[in-house]
T-cell receptor, first 114, second 112 residues
Framework: EAGVTQFPSHSVIEKGQTVTLRCDPISGHDNLYWYRRVMGKEIKFLLHFVKESKQDESGMPNNRFLAERTGGTYSTLKVQPAELEDSGVYFC????????????FGQGTRLTVV | RKEVEQDPGPFNVPEGATVAFNCTYSNSASQSFFWYRQDCRKEPKLLMSVYSSGNEDGRFTAQLNRASQYISLLIRDSKLSDSATYLCVVKPYNTNAGKSTFGDGTTLTVKP
């Protein structure tokens, strides 16, 4: 069974540009999460989808970040316009519907804003 | 104060040693607890869930003390391949599955 896949694995963009990250969760997983790890900090929650609905977006840093999960399958996270402090590793994770189920992570997208 | 705090590390131990990591959490409503392992430049991977009665998986033992809001991970007979960063992860009660709150991680290096 395929795991969580993320694309691209790396992205280097200039400040002010737009970047879109994609996440394909494990098939059948209703829950999809986005997390981010910036240099020297812990992994932090960004938002949580249940199917196509945003369950919790309390971790989104500001309105330059937009996440979508149309159709309840894959998800995209767009950063527009990107700033230097957005650099970091963006992880996507998915889990089945069970309340206490552990999440499976993708390998992450390493974003560098220059 | 961070929601999840871990031993700062790093831990450098010889092969065969026993090492213990500690973690405390501040949200008393937390219901699910995990230890994840993250290798350098890789994604976090679930090592084991932590149950109230404590649980063991081979050389790894996890303990939970709800009264003290404390979680531990014990690794016996350390192997070179155990070298990684160990993340303490806590999930809340009041959401469906819900977001995970991570500690900073504790880095372990096992040396020959």
């Amino acid at each position: 069974e395929a795991g969580v896949t993320q694309f691209p694995s790396h992205s280097v963009i200039e400040k002010g540009q737009t970047v879109t990250l994609r996440c394909d969760p494990i098939s059948g997983h209703d829950n999809l999460y986005w997390y981010r790890r910036v240099m020297g900090k812990e992994i932090k929650f960004l938002l949580h989808f249940v199917k196509e609905s945003k369950q919790d977006e309390s971790g989104m840093p500001n309105n330059r970040f937009l996440a979508e999960r149309t159709g309840g399958t894959y998800s995209t996270l767009k950063v527009q316009p990107a700033e230097l402090e957005d650099s970091g590793v963006y992880f996507c994770a998915s889990s089945p519907r069970d309340r206490g189920a552990e999440a499976f992570f993708g390998q992450g997208t390493r974003l560098t804003v220059v | 104060r961070k929601e999840v705090e871990q031993d700062p590390g790093p831990f450098n131990v010889p092969e065969g040693a026993t090492v213990a990591f500690n973690c405390t959490y501040s949200n008393s409503a937390s219901q699910s607890f995990f230890w994840y392992r993250q290798d350098c430049r890789k994604e976090p991977k679930l090592l084991m869930s932590v149950y109230s009665s404590g649980n063991e998986d081979g050389r790894f033992t996890a303990q939970l003390n709800r009264a003290s809001q404390y979680i531990s991970l014990l690794i016996r007979d350390s192997k070179l391949s155990d070298s990684a960063t160990y993340l303490c992860v806590v999930k809340p009660y009041n959401t469906n599955a819900g977001k995970s709150t991570f500690g900073d991680g504790t880095t372990l290096t096992v040396k020959p």
